[in-house]
């Protein structure tokens, strides 16, 4: 059965850092296109990063490039997402979602498979 668990969630300080982690068991994140996610009470789930299956290439949204990113170890099954100068307004359930098409997929309705997700709260 396919499963992601993201680790690595936590409180942190504005501008601190964190990595956080999505590891896959019962299938082989290399061959799926992986998203990371977040979402706050009240409001839709985001794409915040993803990376392609076909060649690993990547995308971020505006409010995160620079300071967020996405890689992946296929040794350990496990895709991270570095996340740099953290503010507030990061502060948000993150979740990691796989999709078996080639490029890279924006559309959150389109993911298969689903974590359920790590707290990340930023203080001020």
């Known amino acids: 059965q396919a499963q992601l668990a993201e680790s690595g969630g936590g409180l942190v300080q504005s501008g601190g850092s964190l990595r956080l982690s999505c590891r896959g068991s019962g299938f082989t994140l290399e061959y799926n296109t992986i998203g990371w996610f977040r979402q706050t009470p009240g409001k839709e789930r985001e794409v915040v990063a993803c990376?392609?299956?076909?060649?690993?290439?990547?995308y971020y949204a505006d409010s995160v490039k620079g300071r967020f990113t996405i890689s992946r170890d296929n040794a350990k099954n496990t895709v991270y997402l570095q996340m740099n100068s953290l503010k507030p307004e990061d502060t948000a359930v993150y979740y990691c979602a796989a999709d078996e098409s080639l490029g890279l997929v924006t559309i959150t309705s389109s993911y298969d498979y689903w974590g359920q997700g790590t707290q990340v709260t930023v203080s001020s």
């Open positions: 990376i392609s299956s076909s060649d690993s290439s990547t």
